[in-house]
């Protein structure tokens, strides 16, 4: 069975990196003269350390722009074979001895609280360079195109991810292959048999447009406006004075969904529940 590769934020060289920069800014604004991140980022970030070569593989895949996929592939290909040639043992040392002195000077939960910028696309280049040939297909498939995405600038459509996922698993053994599937099929069934059609799409909306935030906004949007009819439909025949009053609250509600630029969980969370309002609404 294929495994998930897992992100560790506080072993991704890229955030390591970002956030020592900040610690240093912050340190020279409170006139700090100990200088004890200015001293780590010489100590372990020079051009003679393993973990500063690793660091500017993350580097050429966060700065580099190029128009084309298979130019922004051809460089993905040359970063993985890059890290490959790095020495593990060194750089799992220099990293741990890094992570040891962040604890001790700065404590690990304060260190790691600030919002990093590109996390998704350092989380993405970490599950890369450290996918084996036992990596989830579909996850290394979507790590590389998010990585991929951000070079070019540009997203790339649902069909081709789709076709790429599914040429990750024939790539895997046929019996390893079944198995997944049927797995995945069998703990997707159990879980969520008794989800309603309109619940069911939504998760497969939110899945497959997961790095695709746009569609993910015009579906929840169009479902909304759905569901507000369907509600408003339902309200005249409602009889309890207090079911009515909530009713009406929950129709005004829903317009917070279509808010916001970017779709969050939470929004995804609460179309579920209006879709459950619904269900129960007409059952009764």
Known sequence: MSSKIKHSKIRNTGILFELLTRQITV??????????????????FNKNTQLGKEYELYKVLTTENYKSEITANQLVDAVLSAHKKLGSSRLKREKYNLIKEIRKNYGINDFFMARIPNYKVNASIYKLLYSSNDSNPATETQSRFTVVEHITRKSISNKKKEKAIVEGYEKQ????????????????????????????????EYINNISNTNSLKEF?????????????????????????IKMKEAINQADTLMKGRIVEDKQVVTLMRYYQLVKELKNV
């Not at 340190?27 to 372990?44: E, I, Q």
């Not at 046929?174 to 069911?200: C, H, M, P, T, W």
């Open 27 to 44: 340190d020279v604004l409170n006139n700090d003269k100990k200088g004890l991140a200015a001293n780590m980022m010489k100590t372990f």
């Open 173 to 204: 053994e046929k019996d390893l292959r079944l198995l997944a599937y049927g797995i995945l099929v069998e703990k997707f069934n159990k879980k969520y048999s008794s989800l309603s059609k309109e619940q069911k799409n939504l998760l497969r």
């Open 220 to 244: 929840i949007e169009s479902e909304t406006v759905k569901v507000k009819k369907k509600l408003q439909s339902i309200l005249p025949t409602v009889d309890d004075k207090v079911t009515k």
